[in-house]
């Protein structure tokens, strides 16, 4: 079984007098550990889509199941505790808060999930190590230079160990080197930790590094070519496989068992 299925998802809304349809019976499946980019033309739908896999949005007809769940059929408050839980994601604009420190920037989501103090500094501690700045825990967001910025945002986005990481244009904002480093770093998320990645961007030489490309043309998604990369990876690490909890030796901080068990499933939450 996928981690994500999407089934006939379609989505409208009114502009004027006119009915938009960026999404119509669209049909998706993402496996565990795969890196998926999307693609498509200005306004075609593309962050709609994100959006409504990550449950900030929601569609009009159709079905997302993941990882068991489907979100679709959550209440507001359920579909809330359930993307604490497995949803991370990466802005084109990093969204951190500027009196916040690196650290806390990362740290934010976990104030969400009931981990201890101890759990939430090994966690920020693994994720600061994971995108290569630990000598900028102390360091606010007008310090950082704008990659550095993004990196922070990635760390915000991997620190719960999260299902499935959602990407919006994550180089938009950045220049061409830049762009290469977050890219590299993506893809070694992915190959090294299996973290899912589902990516939405402009630049077709960012699409060429995911191990999928799909284009999302008149509604409907197409699946593109790759003959550069390679098939997803199998994690060194063992991730989790159930979503009761992870089991990950040598990183237990990202992947260690969940504290509130009853939390972890959207179907499990009150609301």
């Known amino acids: 079984m996928a981690l994500v299925e999407i089934n006939n998802l379609t989505k409208q809304y009114t502009k004027g007098d006119q009915t938009i349809t960026p999404l119509e019976d669209a049909d998706l499946q993402v496996q565990e550990h795969e890196f998926v980019s999307l693609m498509g033309a200005s306004g075609s739908g593309k962050s709609t889509l994100l959006n409504m896999v990550a449950g900030i949005d929601r569609p009009l007809s159709g079905s997302i199941v993941i990882d068991g769940t489907d979100i679709t ?3 507001r408050s359920r579909l809330a505790n359930w993307r604490a839980r497995n949803v991370g994601y990466i802005f084109q604009t990093h969204n951190l808060i500027p009196v916040l420190t690196a650290y806390e920037n990362i740290e934010l989501p976990l104030l969400l999930l009931p981990f201890s103090t101890a ?153």
């Not at 990407?167 to 080197?177: C, F, I, M, N, S």
């Not at 990516?199 to 197409?222: E, F, N």
């Not at 070519?225 to 060194?236: D, L």
């Open 73 to 75: 059929q959550l209440s």
């Open 119 to 271: 759990e939430r500094r090994k966690r920020v501690e693994v994720a600061l190590r994971a995108i290569n700045l630990m000598d900028r825990a102390d360091h606010y967001p007008r310090q950082l230079s704008g990659g550095q910025e993004q990196r922070i945002g990635i760390g915000r986005a991997i620190v719960t160990d999260p299902r499935i990481v959602v990407a919006d244009e994550p180089t938009g904002d950045l220049d061409a080197d830049t762009s290469t480093q977050i890219l590299n770093l993506l893809q070694q998320l992915n190959q090294e930790l299996g973290t899912t990645l589902l990516m939405v961007t402009h630049d077709s030489d960012a699409a060429a590094i995911a191990s999928r490309q799909l284009y999302l043309d008149h509604g409907k998604l197409i699946e593109q070519t790759n003959t550069t990369t390679t098939p997803p990876p199998t994690p060194t690490r063992r991730r989790r496989s159930s979503r009761r909890g992870r089991s990950t030796p040598g990183n237990a901080s990202l992947t260690s068992q969940r504290r509130n068990p009853q939390a972890n499933d959207g179907r499990r939450c009150s609301g």
